[in-house]
């Protein structure tokens, strides 16, 4: 069975510094693998997603992931934070035929002091 | 292009009633999968329709049922609520349906408060 773990339900970062989220998966079979984030009240919108086609995968926002299947990680990263980027964080996989299904992590949310 | 839309936003019921809730997916696209977000559980997925066929289901009692209209627009209805259903139903769309890599585009939800 697939799943994720997204280490650190909270994680608080001051403005202009480095961004890192955790998320491993555990997968039989070569993962899709998906950061959403969420704001409040709202939906969760597509960050970034590896499909294999590289292993470092840039996104909307300044993000940017790394897929390291040795380690089983896909982290997300930022440079440099910005305000605007406390939301809630989500990691999600999916394949191993199971259509458009999506299992997610638990999620992090991430503060930002200024 | 209208995102997706979910209706209706907000509502509160009481334990033993049903509910239906609806989503219309991005124009063009036929699958449309449902997601319930809960603090202790998190994000877990309910179902998915494709061409008004349902194509995967998520580990949830008989209660929560759904279904896809020939417009790609679908409800899903969660009949003799209990206090535990209380939540944020998220729907997404997608434009191809078993294509694990396609990005699926989430609606605001609806936020259900089972009294």
């Known amino acids: 069975a697939q799943s994720v773990t997204q280490l650190g339900s909270h994680v608080s970062v001051s403005e202009g510094a480095l961004v890192l989220l955790r998320c491993n998966y555990s997968?039989?079979?070569?993962?899709?693998l998906f950061w959403y984030v969420q704001y409040p009240n709202q939906g969760l919108q597509l960050l970034l997603k590896?499909?294999?086609?590289?292993?470092l995968v840039k996104g909307i926002n300044g993000f940017e992931a790394e897929f390291k299947k040795s380690e089983t990680s896909f982290h997300l990263t930022k440079p440099s934070a910005h305000m605007s980027d406390a939301a809630e964080y989500f990691c999600?996989?999916?394949?191993?035929?199971?259509?458009?299904?999506?299992?997610f992590g638990q999620g992090t949310e991430l503060s930002v002091k200024p | 292009k209208a995102g997706v839309t979910q209706t209706p936003r907000y509502l509160i019921k009481t334990r033993g009633q049903q509910v239906t809730l609806s989503c219309s997916p991005i124009s063009g696209h036929r699958s449309v999968s449902w997601y319930q977000q809960t603090p202790g559980q998190g994000l877990q997925f309910l179902f998915e329709y494709f061409s008004e066929t349902q194509r995967n289901k998520g580990n949830f009692p008989g209660r929560f049922s759904g279904r896809q209209f020939s417009n790609s627009r679908s409800e899903m209805n969660v009949s003799t609520l209990e206090l535990g259903d209380s939540a944020l139903y998220l729907c997404a769309s997608s434009s191809a349906q078993g294509a694990m890599y396609n990005e699926q585009f989430f609606g605001p939800g609806t936020r259900l408060t089972v009294l």
């Open positions: 999600a996989v999916s394949g191993n035929n199971q259509g458009g299904k999506l299992i």
């Open positions: 997968s039989s079979v070569p993962p899709y």
């Open positions: 590896y499909t294999s086609a590289a292993t």
